[in-house]
């Protein structure tokens, strides 16, 4: 496969996107591609919007995505969905986890969270899914695993062994939080 | 040898494992503090924060003219921090190799300026190599160690943010034995920068970029690729990679060394294409160069100076125009998600409380930065670490006796004792009339919290002594000196009230760890609710703009609630609540 695939992850700090950056290009990299992922450290962490491009295929050569090839939007948070529409190829896959984290304007009452988000997403992309990967998460026993529950959702679109995917979680977590995180990721890998 | 992915940061510090380094010293910041957090886990380098970036350059230095190889690395601006020592470093050269690395932040993603500091290898008569990916970043460390000792010279090596931060695949390498140095070498002319001795060195320096351009026309990594010569284009760092994505099929000259220039190759690769580019974020560096060489170049007319590259820069700059839109924006408007201080953070009633106060506060670089944000909007400048201090004394000799009661400057530990401390120093010897709150959060938070000299440890784990900021304040001359809970709103105001209004200086030092500090942070109360009934709507909590504060419409006028997973119960909200709705819950 000479195509390189553009996966631009978005969510809010501490949803833990940059670690399922992590263990989604760990496993294309044992997978035998050549990866390339970047994102921004510092002051967009502290509760902010967080994003990361993660690219890989035979010969990658930016860390970012060019704006109009992004691939899969793979989005942690419904409102985070919207701010990337921009970067998407015409027929890109929108997947995401139906989860509403309040920003601040929104918690003091100035804004109005939007309640219309994936009807309009469902409108436009045919290849939009919504994925209730907070819920995945708690059926494996843990809400904190909604991230690796949400990489076994993306898990079924590529061509990648299950063991591959395991080794990459495996080498991502803290040993005492693997088991539960490959329990998260199956049930992940089974929804439709 | 195994591969494995590695940010540019964990590939520099592999890089100076690889290449025997002896001693590491750095100051954080984004995007360069990752590079000393990974050296720590090589433990044949020594490894240290240094208080600020001259101190850890000093340190390199000194350990290179003790023989061994030494690494500094800092963020961009800290170069102008460390730049006294860089400039004479470079005459005096080196024994051990010394690579210091400037990691710049094209787009000001952390930062408060996009300086190119190509500038400063040009300036400072140093050379430098710029990586484009992580296997690059590993690698040109490793080479600038044998450049640095084989032409006697500091190197640098520049990365950026989506080198610093970008993953990609790295082979990694057995690292090279390297001895401790025996002895010191006396050796007058060359370390000694006396005038006369200076004056010998100069012309060495110069000697020593002529020889370094040459190599530059010889260095295998300034690499000519000839496809299509209808288009050429000249670029280095990650924007040749973006350059490549767009036009792979057109031909590069990538330039791993970015000063000096080797001339030659830009010779025979702009007589080979037809129309030459020079695509280069921020400054028209190589474009002012080539020029002047007499070669004609596209640059900075198609390409903007401010801001960072993306792929698309590349073909919108070349192509002219790029194709519009595919997917316009589904709504209009979108609530935006600005980073805020955390829940229980010790600066939010600092920052609440001079806000009431309608006080002129003359800030700094740190977490409470974020102070300046709505919805407190309580800090008036922000310039560079320290200027707080210093500023509050300008502010107070122009204005004289009109500023009693009008201003203060915050400060935070790491940057207090980073280039806080002579700001300070001379309000005292210059009987400026400043107050001077210094956050003691007990870390450098905003960074990711690296130990410092006030937190008790260092970078390597060791217990460290902890600096008194109370007998080092006294020991500068400050007689008034104020210690303060800032999670007791009542107590801030009085005593921030009592300090400005009195025409000496003062300093107040704010003590409460960061909330995420794991070994400082003891919550002594359980999270706080609202009470429904007694809350009437009012909104008051709101304005301090804590994440777990929620407001709901309910009712004819709404009602706040507090989510309990967040809440650290910091009190802060309940003191600020008139009705006493919101209390410790059970
Ligand atoms: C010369 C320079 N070096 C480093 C930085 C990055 N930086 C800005 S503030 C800061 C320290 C913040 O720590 P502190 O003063 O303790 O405040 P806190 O974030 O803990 O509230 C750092 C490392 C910078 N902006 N300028």
């Known amino acids: ?21 992590e263990i989604v290009s760990e496993a294309m990299m044992q997978a035998g591609y050549d990866v390339k992922k970047s994102e921004v450290h510092g002051m967009a962490q502290r509760g902010g919007s967080v994003t990361t491009h993660v690219r890989f295929g035979k010969k990658v050569y930016s860390p970012l995505i060019k704006d109009g090839e992004v ?98 979680i495996a080498a991502m977590l803290p040993p005492k939080l693997v088991d539960l995180n490959l329990k998260a990721f199956a049930l992940g890998r089974e929804q439709h | 040898m195994m591969k494995v992915l590695l940010s540019g940061n964990e590939a520099i510090a592999r890089g100076a494992y690889e290449a025997g380094v002896r001693v590491a010293a750095a100051y954080p910041g984004t995007p360069s503090t990752e590079i000393l957090e990974n050296i720590v886990q090589y433990k044949d380098i020594y490894a240290e924060w240094s208080p600020n970036e001259k101190v850890a350059l000093e340190v390199a230095l000194g350990a290179a003219i003790g023989g061994g190889r030494a690494l500094a690395c800092m963020k961009h601006v800290g170069v102008n921090v460390a730049a006294d020592p860089l400039f004479t470093a470079s005459y005096t050269g080196v024994r051990g190799g010394l690579v210091i690395i400037t990691a710049d932040d094209p787009e000001m993603h952390s930062s408060q300026n996009e300086q190119d500091n190509r500038n400063y290898a040009k300036f400072a008569k140093v050379p430098m190599l710029e990586p484009s990916d992580s296997q690059e970043a590993k690698d040109f460390i490793k080479l600038a160690f044998e450049l640095s000792e084989r032409f006697d010279t500091p190197v640098f090596v520049r990365s950026t943010t989506r080198i610093s931060h970008a993953k990609s695949i790295v082979e990694l390498a057995e690292p090279e034995k390297r001895e401790a140095p025996k002895e010191l070498q006396h050796q007058f002319e060359k370390f000694v920068m006396l005038p006369r001795n200076a004056r010998v060195r100069h012309p060495i320096v110069e000697q020593r970029m002529h020889k370094l351009a040459e190599f530059a026309d010889l260095f295998d990594r300034n690499e000519l690729i000839l496809h299509d010569t209808d288009i050429g284009i ?76 993306s792929p698309l820069t590349a073909a919108a700059g070349i192509n002219g125009t790029e194709k519009t839109l595919e997917n316009p924006p589904l709504l209009e408007y979108l609530p935006p998600r600005p980073p805020n201080m955390c829940p229980g953070c010790p600066h939010r009633g600092i920052f609440h409380t001079l806000k009431t106060m309608k006080l002129f506060v003359s800030g700094d670089i740190g977490c409470y930065t974020l102070g300046a944000l709505p919805p407190i909007s309580a800090m008036d400048t922000c310039i560079c670490m320290g200027a707080s201090v210093s500023c509050a004394m300008g502010i107070d000799k122009a204005l004289g006796e009109n500023n009693l009661g009008k201003a203060v400057a915050v400060i935070g530990d790491s940057t207090f004792l980073h280039s806080g401390i002579t ?141 309990q997973t967040l809440c650290t119960g910091c009190t802060v909200c309940a003191q600020i609540c008139k009705k006493e709705a919101i209390r410790e819950g059970k």
Not at chain 2, 239 to 261: C, G, I
Not at chain 2, 510 to 532: G, I, Q
Request: aromatic share 8%.
């Open chain 2, 423 to 563: 700001g300070l120093l001379d309000i005292v010897y210059n009987q400026g009339a400043c107050t001077v709150i210094i956050l003691d959060n007990r870390i450098t938070a905003m960074t990711g919290r690296q130990e410092h000299p006030g937190t008790g440890f260092t970078l390597m784990g060791k217990p460290a002594k902890q600096v008194n900021y109370e007998v080092l304040c006294r020991a500068l001359g400050i007689d008034h000196i104020r210690k303060i809970n800032p999670y007791d709103l009542a107590q801030v105001k009085s005593v921030i009230q009592e300090e400005v209004n009195r025409p000496e200086a003062s300093v107040i030092l704010s003590e409460a760890p960061c909330v995420l500090h794991r070994r400082e942070f003891k919550p002594t109360n359980r999270p706080h609710a609202v009470d429904e009934s007694a809350c009437i709507g009012c909104r008051a909590c709101l304005q301090i703009g804590c994440p777990a504060l929620e407001w709901h419409n309910v009712g004819d006028k709404g009602k706040a609630s507090i989510d």
């Open chain 1, 71 to 168: 691939d899969i939007l793979f989005s942690f948070e419904l409102l985070e969905t919207m701010r990337y529409l921009g970067t998407l190829s015409p027929d890109a896959i929108v997947l995401v986890n139906n989860q509403k984290i309040l920003p601040p304007s929104v918690t003091l009452g100035k804004d109005e969270y939007p309640d219309t988000i994936p009807g309009l997403l469902s409108a436009r992309y045919p290849r939009f899914e919504l994925v209730d990967a907070l819920g995945v998460a708690q059926q494996a026993g843990n809400a904190k695993a909604v991230n690796v529950a949400f990489v076994g959702v993306l898990s079924r679109f590529f061509d990648v062994a299950e063991d591959i995917w395991h080794k990459a």
């Open chain 1, 1 to 21: 496969m000479d195509k390189v695939t553009n996966i631009l992850m978005a969510g809010v700090g501490g949803q833990g996107v940059i670690l399922a950056s």
């Open chain 2, 234 to 309: 000249i670029a280095s760092g990650t924007s040749y990679q973006y350059a490549r994505e767009s036009f792979p099929t057109k031909s590069f000259l990538k330039l791993a060394m970015v000063h000096p220039l080797p001339a030659r190759k830009i010779r025979e690769f702009s007589a080979r294409v037809k129309k030459l580019y020079v695509f280069e974020e921020l400054d028209p560096f190589f474009e002012d160069q080539i020029r002047a060489m007499g070669i004609a170049v596209t640059g900075k007319e198609v390409f903007p100076v401010c801001g960072e590259f």
